[in-house]
């Protein structure tokens, strides 16, 4: 073996506290999670008792306050921390990405009696949380959904199906976007929904191409019933919850991308310094040099635009912009990075021997989770030339 193999990123991060909680995470993610997850994937099973142990180290809420069991860590320190997991396996730091998101409505519009009573267990109390704002005719489209929540007294009565639910059917708590009033976005209204409620139920998961250990299943609401208390935010509020809370989980998955990518490379780059033909490492020959340096460029590219975006966000400036930029640019360079590491693996790369066939296909779903790249585009767009008129 050479003694050339890839060394761990050099990150440069804000604080000695932020370093030796990212050294944490590499260990957790060395020990823990890097060396079953080939098997675990092709298995399609779901490392519970992974998210316990992130739980329990507090990685469960790195960016949400402390005084409810967060981690108070800005989301520069955060994203680095999603990229690192994801990196050792997408199923952990894409996970960890969405129980932030299902936690972000309640941290962020929640009353300060909701806060205190539901955040220390979603946070630090070994709960895993899930997000529901798709469903099978409301994708891209989030605004026309349908799932209904009817005033019932005190109560809140909640009926319809969401789709492409990460997490559903094994997450302790649902963020759920219901309608409450007019078409549109006005009449959207956002719930926190136990994970064991009486009427809730989670079909067979999906069939995938990749991130299999990773349950996405649609979830029925067959009169869910839910107390006005654990109503997140004012009625018709939802949509504006939604965005938010998407804006900051565009920002995970360029993360979670990066951190595909760097595997990708680094599985790359120790096969071609070991393998050999026509006597020499093909490392040493000009057309994988080149390859390799692309992939490192589009890499660094990528971390720099999703930090600065994250930076924006802890400064509370704007982000919105940013962000899609991050999630377009991270995730269209995972794909390409990855591809380009099966074609230097030749065929080795297209066997599940060597896990850069996995990570191929894993790239492949963050081009779609959370907006499409084409709705990426559109966001960049309006941002820059304003509303479409047509």
């Not at 823990?32 to 316990?52: K, L, Y």
């Not at 894409?94 to 929640?110: F, K, R, W």
């Not at 492409?164 to 006005?186: M, N, Q, S």
């Amino acid at each position: 073996m050479t003694d050339r193999a890839p060394q761990p990123v050099d990150r440069q991060l804000p604080t000695e506290e932020s370093r030796d909680l990212l050294a944490l995470v590499r260990e957790i993610a060395q020990r823990e999670i890097r060396p079953r997850a080939a098997e675990e994937e092709d298995a399609g099973q779901f490392p519970r008792e992974v998210f316990t142990l992130l739980s329990e180290a507090g990685l469960l809420g790195l960016p949400y306050p402390g005084e409810h069991g967060g981690g108070e860590q800005p989301y520069e320190v955060y994203l680095q921390v999603l990229e690192e997991l994801a990196a050792a396996r997408l199923t952990v730091g894409l996970g960890v990405s969405v129980h932030s998101l299902a936690c972000h409505g309640l941290a962020g519009y929640g009353t300060k009696e909701q806060q205190a009573a539901h955040l220390p267990a979603m946070l630090g109390g070994g709960l895993l949380g899930a997000y529901c704002l798709s469903e099978p005719a409301a994708g891209s489209d989030a605004a026309s959904l349908t799932t209904k929540a009817v005033r019932d007294g005190d109560d809140w009565v909640i009926t319809g199906t969401k789709a492409w639910i990460t997490h559903g059917g094994v997450a302790d708590f649902y963020t759920v976007l219901a309608r409450t009033g007019v078409e549109g976005p006005k009449g959207i209204t956002a719930f926190l929904v136990p994970g064991d409620a009486a009427g809730l139920a989670a079909a067979v998961p999906e069939k995938k191409m990749g991130m299999k250990g990773s349950p996405t299943a649609q979830l029925h609401f067959d009169g869910v019933r839910v107390p006005d208390s654990r109503r997140i935010g004012e009625e018709g509020q939802g949509f504006t919850i939604a965005l938010a809370a998407l804006d900051a989980g565009r920002l995970g998955i360029a993360a979670c991308a990066i951190g595909v990518a760097q595997a990708a490379l680094d599985e790359a780059l120790t096969y071609a310094l070991d393998r050999k033909q026509f006597g020499h490492p093909i490392a040493d020959f000009q057309g994988l040099r080149f390859m390799l340096a692309d992939m490192a460029t589009k890499i660094e590219a990528g971390r720099a635009l999703y930090l600065a975006a994250a930076r924006l966000r802890d400064a509370g400036k704007p982000f919105s912009r940013q962000a899609a930029m991050a999630k377009l640019f991270c995730t269209d360079a995972a794909m390409a990075v990855t591809t380009d590491a099966v074609q230097i693996l030749g065929g080795y790369g297209y066997t599940a021997d060597f896990p850069v066939e996995r990570l191929m296909r894993e790239a492949k779903v963050l081009q779609i989770v959370e907006g499409t790249n084409q709705i990426q585009r559109m966001v960049i767009a309006r941002h820059l030339a304003g509303p479409e008129t047509r």
